[in-house]
């Protein structure tokens, strides 16, 4: 082979080369502007959904404030217009039904999903459904329990458990585990029929996570849904004799 033809081979495979390196370079480059944009777009992302969640935890708590007030109102004319007796009956019904923070003695319970997977187990034996939860409650309140709330949210009767894929639905807000019970009652006929509960016999079979504990002292808040109780009572009729 001729020197001259040599020298061009030479050229061509570093010309090659060179257009092989500068893609490669140019590639590398798009990759990590690509990854750059992804990460500014999943930040943007997650700036927007704080920012909304402040916003909707400050629209709750005025309107929160509102509820408040309108039952300041309400219990303040009550008062005005109706005698001691009836006014005490008043507040006992509102107690009953949930509409006042109240304190006393029970047991908090919590739930969490099996921590790793079983062999051979179905997974939906291993995650905790609102057919668990409603199951736990009534046994409490078969047990006496005179208050009880799901996360922070007073069961009521109008109040709702219900399955929301991996959350539920509790007084039309969602949560996902762990859920935490808690009931004012007597903690120990409480603590003793929970803990003997064929249904948390059950979950423990399958390694859900439980935890109860007796407390001197618990704070379960009022019900927070008097701002949609009118859909909750929706379809029902007065009946008059």
Same mark, same amino acid.
């Given at each position: 082979?001729?020197?001259?033809?040599?020298?061009?081979?030479?050229?061509?495979?570093?010309?090659?080369?060179?257009?092989?390196?500068?893609?490669?370079?140019?590639?590398?480059?798009?990759?990590?502007?690509?990854?750059?944009?992804?990460?500014?777009?999943?930040?943007?992302?997650? +700036?927007?959904?704080?920012?909304?969640?402040? &916003? %909707?935890?400050?629209?709750?708590?005025?309107?929160?404030? $509102?509820?408040? #007030? =309108?039952?300041?109102?309400?219990?303040?004319?009550?008062?005005?217009?109706?005698?001691?007796?009836?006014?005490?009956?008043?507040?006992?019904?509102?107690?009953?039904?949930?509409?006042?923070?109240?304190?006393?003695?029970?047991?908090?319970?919590?739930?969490?999903?099996?921590?790793?997977?079983? +062999?051979?187990?179905?997974?939906?034996?291993? &995650? %905790?459904?609102?057919?668990?939860?409603?199951?736990?409650? $009534?046994?409490? #309140? =078969?047990?006496?329990?005179?208050?009880?709330?799901?996360?922070?949210?007073?069961?009521?009767?109008?109040?709702?458990?219900?399955?929301?894929?991996?959350?539920?639905?509790?007084?039309?807000?969602?949560?996902?585990?762990?859920?935490?019970?808690?009931?004012?009652?007597?903690?120990?006929?409480?603590?003793?029929?929970?803990?003997?509960?064929?249904?948390?016999?059950?979950?423990?079979?399958?390694?859900?996570?439980?935890?109860?504990? =007796?407390?001197?002292?618990?704070?379960?808040?009022?019900?927070?849904?008097?701002?949609?109780?009118?859909?909750?009572?929706?379809?029902?009729?007065?009946?008059?004799?």
């Amino acid at each position: 082979m001729k020197k001259n033809e040599r020298s061009i081979i030479f050229i061509l495979i570093f010309m090659i080369f060179g257009i092989v390196i500068a893609l490669q370079f140019k590639s590398t480059l798009y990759t990590k502007k690509i990854t750059a944009s992804n990460t500014l777009n999943t930040d943007k992302l997650v +700036e927007q959904i704080t920012a909304e969640k402040k &916003i %909707i935890e400050e629209l709750r708590l005025e309107v929160d404030g $509102n509820i408040s #007030k =309108k039952y300041k109102f309400i219990n303040e004319y009550l008062k005005n217009n109706m005698d001691v007796e009836s006014a005490g009956e008043f507040d006992k019904i509102k107690l009953k039904a949930g509409f006042t923070d109240v304190r006393g003695p029970g047991i908090t319970i919590k739930l969490d999903d099996a921590a790793a997977r079983q +062999e051979d187990t179905p997974l939906d034996w291993l &995650i %905790i459904h609102d057919q668990d939860i409603k199951i736990i409650v $009534n046994d409490l #309140k =078969k047990s006496g329990a005179q208050a009880i709330s799901i996360n922070g949210e007073r069961v009521v009767p109008m109040s709702e458990q219900e399955c929301a894929g991996p959350t539920i639905m509790v007084n039309n807000n969602r949560y996902s585990v762990p859920y935490v019970i808690e009931a004012i009652g007597d903690p120990e006929i409480l603590y003793n029929n929970v803990v003997n509960s064929a249904r948390v016999a059950e979950m423990l079979e399958y390694k859900i996570r439980i935890e109860i504990t =007796k407390s001197k002292e618990l704070k379960i808040n009022k019900f927070s849904g008097m701002d949609h109780i009118s859909r909750l009572i929706s379809g029902m009729e007065e009946i008059k004799k």
